[in-house]
């Protein structure tokens, strides 16, 4: 966990649409246009390829799921031990089965979750080396934390996410690979904000403003001194530059219509 990330999982927008509304970005009536949502992604897969240096692992795009392209909510890997999602909408649950299977196919030790037991991934679970953060309550129950915590012997602090537009951890918590925090205090409740503080000194927080949250700017793919992001954020590009990172924007608004941009389109696998 954390940013010795070099490989990472990601999935081509073939059937990438929205079909349903399960979160409030996704509105069934304002359609993607599946060129321009190719061409987003072909950019990304480019720039974590070329210009930051990762080795992408490609999964096979099914008809019919069209979120499968959020490889962020595959499952969670570590130490060669994956646990796949238990997605909590129906309109996922079929997602689960084939990212089960890619993980076996790759020889990792796959640990099943109780199929009552919500968990989307690294989409909710994050975090530095030594502390991990679980995002709970819109889509992870807290209790997948207790059983994860067992998993992977680590300890993990779960914040509540109290705002619905903000219902993933990594829609507004980015840990950066030199110990910082990029996050968006708000979408947190005071207890889970008053965790973050106790953890996170104060000069590693970065606070990213609200215009830019609302873009995704927390979404982003922190690779060693890159990072992704989603293209108009500006003042959190300069908040990086001022840290010593390297921002790479990308134009990824056809996935912000179904709530998920840079860092959703991604999961970091071990080496
Ligand atoms: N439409 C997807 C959903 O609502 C977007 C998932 C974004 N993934 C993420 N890791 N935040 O489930």
Not at 174 to 201: K, N
Request: proline share 6%; glycine share 8%; with cysteine.
């Amino acid at each position: 966990m954390g940013n010795k990330v070099s490989r990472i999982l990601v999935c081509p927008p073939d059937y990438f649409g929205i079909e349903y509304e399960i979160n409030p970005w996704m509105r069934v009536s304002d359609a993607t246009d599946s060129e321009k949502s190719k061409a987003q992604w072909h950019e990304l897969a480019r720039v974590l390829e070329e210009d930051v240096g990762t080795k992408l692992e490609r999964m096979t795009p099914i008809k019919g799921l069209p979120d499968l392209v959020f490889t962020a909510n595959a499952g969670v890997v570590d130490e060669g031990k994956a646990v796949p999602s238990r997605f909590r909408h129906q309109e996922r649950q079929g997602e689960e089965a084939h990212f089960e299977r890619w993980f076996k196919e790759q020889g990792y030790q796959v640990i099943l979750l109780e199929p009552d037991c919500y968990f989307e991934g690294a989409g909710d679970l994050l975090g530095f080396p030594d502390a991990w953060f679980g995002g709970y309550r819109q889509r992870t129950d807290i209790k997948a934390y207790n059983v994860l915590s067992e998993i992977y012997g680590k300890q993990i602090l779960p914040l509540e996410l109290v705002s619905p537009q903000f219902y993933h951890l990594d829609t507004c918590f980015c840990p950066l690979s030199g110990g910082e925090l990029m996050y968006y205090p708000a979408a947190f409740d005071t207890y889970a904000q008053a965790t973050i503080a106790h953890r996170v000194e104060e000069h590693r927080r970065i606070i990213v403003p609200q215009a830019e949250a609302e873009r995704f700017a927390c979404n982003s793919v922190c690779v060693g001194k890159h990072v992704v992001l989603p293209a108009g954020c500006p003042e959190t590009m300069a908040m990086l530059q001022d840290r010593g990172y390297t921002p790479h924007p990308v134009n990824l608004d056809q996935f912000l219509k179904s709530g998920g941009s840079a860092k959703c389109l991604t999961l970091a696998l071990d080496q």
